[in-house]
């Protein structure tokens, strides 16, 4: 398995689950502009978050409960999914309000994100540059005032800027990392101004917003609907299938590109570090409601970003970056699991803490009955066997790490994995002549493959 160790470090909010039904009704075309689309999405999620859009509330009330709110991002959403009704998604109260980031500042701290997300809006499609580190680039500047009532020091801009990256993922085009210029008032830094930059030029924003919406909106009309395991493992294999590791940017090469650390660079570019990889899936879970953030912390030694995931009420970690096996394809050895992943990985972000992640039932292994935890030999003979038999010459499994210590006994002792298969296989007309395998014994995991399977 390749490991991917490198990424840009951004932020995520931990969220608290409740259940929600909807109700629907029509006026999907909420833009205006003929057709409905992944666009109506955008400019409700726009219009919710205070941006300067041309929708008025009553358009943006698409349900018709007299109000403007997450319920009517979902409703479009489910629309276009062509979601039964009777269907009871889980979501977040902050996903509701659509501004999780949004609702863990102060309120001085939420004047400045709106502020600073209208401007964000008001300009990326304007050229110009700001200076950062003594570097003209391209971006965009936000003046802020100190004296005001509303002033925010140094400290809370930080709060501010990583809300803005934990909620607003589709701005893709904007890098992490800025500049501001502050005044020392009473002893305190106030901000006096902010530069943000962006990766790519202001001329290029809109058709490249207009490629992503696109692709997002294929994907999630193929996504399998009323059926949350199915629709997480689609959107995983997907990002895998569409997206190589970008091993220029993350040794830093000249062929090295900012836009590796966006969901458009996995979804559009095809290239991305891990940042890339999980800010795609948490993009398109957005777009199938299925909540779902990122979080940063070390493994193996480097910087790295991976997805806390809820279904059903439960989180559990994944990562996409690591299960994207460039030679075999998607693996599933990060596939929704527990804190045992905080064995060999640690957690550096403070805010927000991430959640204890206990619960098993959506583990890839688990779902599929594909775990033991006793007689692990015996138990990766029968799948194998069971799989010859249904045409299909691979198998993984998860274990325990005594099951993962047996079973190496097991592939060590002669032929008795040929004996133990060979013999499941008796009367089917067929037997297994060759084998290769690979062992995970960081998450217990044995991938194993039949390479030459004879008819008898």
């Not at 991305?272 to 030694?301: D, E, F, K, S």
Request: proline fraction near 2%.
């Amino acid at each position: 398995m390749i490991l991917k160790r490198f990424c840009a470090m951004m932020l995520c909010l931990v969220l608290c689950l409740t259940s929600v039904s909807w109700v629907y009704a029509s006026g999907y075309d909420v833009n205006n502009d003929g057709s409905e689309d992944m666009k109506d999405v955008l400019v409700i999620r726009k219009f919710l978050a205070g941006m300067q859009v041309p929708i008025t509330k009553q358009e943006a009330d698409v349900n018709q409960d007299g109000s403007a709110d997450m319920k009517d991002v979902l409703a479009v959403r489910r629309h276009l999914m062509h979601f039964d009704e009777d269907v009871v998604v889980s979501l977040t109260s902050d996903e509701i309000s659509s501004r999780p980031g949004y609702f863990a500042l102060t309120a001085d701290e939420r004047t400045a994100y709106t502020a600073i997300v209208n401007a964000i809006e008001d300009g990326k499609y304007t050229p110009a540059t700001v200076t950062i580190s003594g570097h003209q680039v391209n971006g965009l500047h936000v003046d802020m005032n100190p004296n005001s009532d509303n002033a925010i020091t140094v400290d809370e801009l930080d709060r501010v800027m990583e809300a803005i990256q934990c909620d607003q993922v589709e701005f893709f085009f904007m890098k992490s990392h800025y500049g501001y210029n502050y005044v020392t008032i009473n002893g305190k830094d106030y901000c006096s101004g902010l530069n943000i930059e962006f990766n790519m030029s202001q001329s290029d924003v809109a058709a490249a917003e207009t490629r992503l919406a696109n692709v997002i909106q294929v994907i999630v009309n193929e996504a399998p609907k009323n059926d949350v395991f199915a629709c997480e493992k689609y959107l995983h294999d997907k990002i895998c299938a569409m997206c190589d590791y970008d091993y220029d940017t993350a040794h830093g090469t000249s062929q090295a590109s900012a836009l590796a650390y966006s969901a458009y660079g996995a979804l559009i570019r095809g290239k991305a570090v891990c940042t890339g990889y999980t800010l795609a899936m948490q993009l398109l879970c957005n777009y199938v409601n299925i909540p779902c953030y990122h979080i940063r912390g070390i493994a193996q030694g480097g910087d790295h970003m991976w997805n806390i995931i809820y279904l059903t009420g439960y989180p559990y970690f994944l990562d996409v970056t690591w299960d994207d096996d460039e030679d075999s394809g998607p693996l599933y050895s990060y596939f929704n699991v527990t804190d045992e992943i905080l064995d060999y990985r640690q957690i550096t972000q403070e805010f927000p803490s991430a959640p204890q992640c206990s619960a098993t039932e959506y583990n890839y292994f688990v779902y599929n009955q594909c775990y033991t935890s006793t007689n692990a030999p015996t138990f990766a003979a029968k799948l194998m066997a069971k799989a010859i038999k249904s045409g299909k010459n691979s198998i993984s499994m998860k274990t325990t790490a005594s099951g993962i210590t047996a079973i190496k006994n097991w592939l060590n002792d002669g032929y008795k994995v040929y004996d133990d298969v060979n013999a499941l296989l008796s009367g089917s007309g067929k037997s297994m002549n060759g084998i290769s395998y690979i062992l995970d014994e960081e998450m217990n995991i044995f991938y194993f493959m039949a390479t030459s399977i004879a008819n008898t």
